[in-house]
């Protein structure tokens, strides 16, 4: 599912050396609402659709005035894998949160410049998808820069829901976007070549964030954005000299269903989960 809306651009353009010289440009521009994937047994559509359908109207970005479905029948038996343990890290300010995001990150193997390439992108927002980002060299990847890659066939088995559910429900963080979250993480995270992983969410009222990497699995990080700020987005750091077609097919097209839970934990400090790194 795919929500936006159509809002008019003020671009206010100075002419050098005289400020008092603005001109007003107002255009139509299409800015992204929500999106949603999944993947589900026929007898669920229904209630899905329904439920992103909800989901989509009652956005805290706004209304859409356009909301898109598609709906595959996917033949392909999907690849089984374990969610990523989840974690939330002790933060109690903005600067801290951001401090302790890139310490987690170069501690999985991204460099600074990438680090801060990422969330360079990520603040100016407006990507529907995620960029992909060489976590050495910070070089961008994914062929169309206004899309991102959306990654998309992933789910979570009957049990596998249930199981996370109860485990999610002991830390008070129960919920379809903490869970959705972490099932974009787990498959991103499953792909070979992708190192890590940095969340920011786009929803003015969402201030907690995440990263994830094969080093420590999924860590929440509260406070990573100032509340009423609509710019978020996703960046997935790959390896330098990652074969980029093969990597952005895996997380569009290739089915991937989540079958068994790793555990779920409350608030560590960040010096426990550099010192306890998951593998
Ligand atoms: N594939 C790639 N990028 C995506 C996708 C997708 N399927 N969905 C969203 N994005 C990108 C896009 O740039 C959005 O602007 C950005 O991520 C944020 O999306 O455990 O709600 O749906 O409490 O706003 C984190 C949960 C919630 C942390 C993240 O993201 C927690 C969230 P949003
Ligand atoms: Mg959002």
């Known amino acids: ?164 559910s109860s485990g999610l429900s002991k830390h008070g963080i129960n919920t379809d976007t903490v869970k959705e979250a972490l099932i974009l993480a787990s498959k991103v995270i499953s792909y070979k070549d992708i190192i890590a992983e940095l969340c920011i969410s786009d929803d003015p009222d969402y201030t907690t964030g995440y990263i994830a990497s094969k080093e420590f699995g999924y860590i929440r990080i509260p406070d990573i954005k100032l509340k009423g700020s609509k710019t978020g987005g996703r960046a997935f750091f790959v390896k330098e000299g990652v074969a980029v077609g093969k990597c952005i097919s895996y997380l569009e097209r290739k089915p991937i269903m989540i079958n068994k839970v790793s555990p779920c934990k409350g608030t560590v400090s960040i010096d426990e989960i550099i010192n306890s790194p998951y593998k």
Do not use: C, W
Not at 14 to 28: A, F, I, P, Y
Not at 71 to 90: C, F, M, Y
Not at 108 to 132: F, M, N, P
């Open 1 to 164: 599912m795919r929500a936006s809306k159509e809002v008019k651009s003020e671009k206010l353009r100075v002419k050098s050396g005289n400020l008092k010289h603005k001109t007003q440009n107002l255009k139509l521009i299409e800015i992204h609402v929500s999106g949603a994937e999944g993947l589900y047994p026929l007898s669920e559509i229904q209630r899905v659709v329904r439920k992103y359908i909800e989901r989509a109207i009652s956005h805290p970005k706004g209304r859409p005035d356009k909301i898109i479905f598609s709906i595959e029948d996917i033949k392909e038996k999907p690849k089984e894998i374990q969610s990523l343990p989840v974690r939330t890290v002790h933060s109690e300010t903005l600067s801290e949160a951001k401090d302790i995001a890139i310490r987690l990150l170069k501690a999985s193997g991204v460099s600074e410049k990438a680090i801060h390439a990422a969330l360079k992108l990520i603040k100016k927002g407006g990507l529907r998808g995620a960029s992909v980002i060489s976590a050495e060299k910070a070089e961008r990847l994914e062929p169309d820069r206004q899309r991102g890659v959306r990654v998309s066939r992933l789910g979570i088995d009957a049990a596998a829901f249930r199981f996370l």
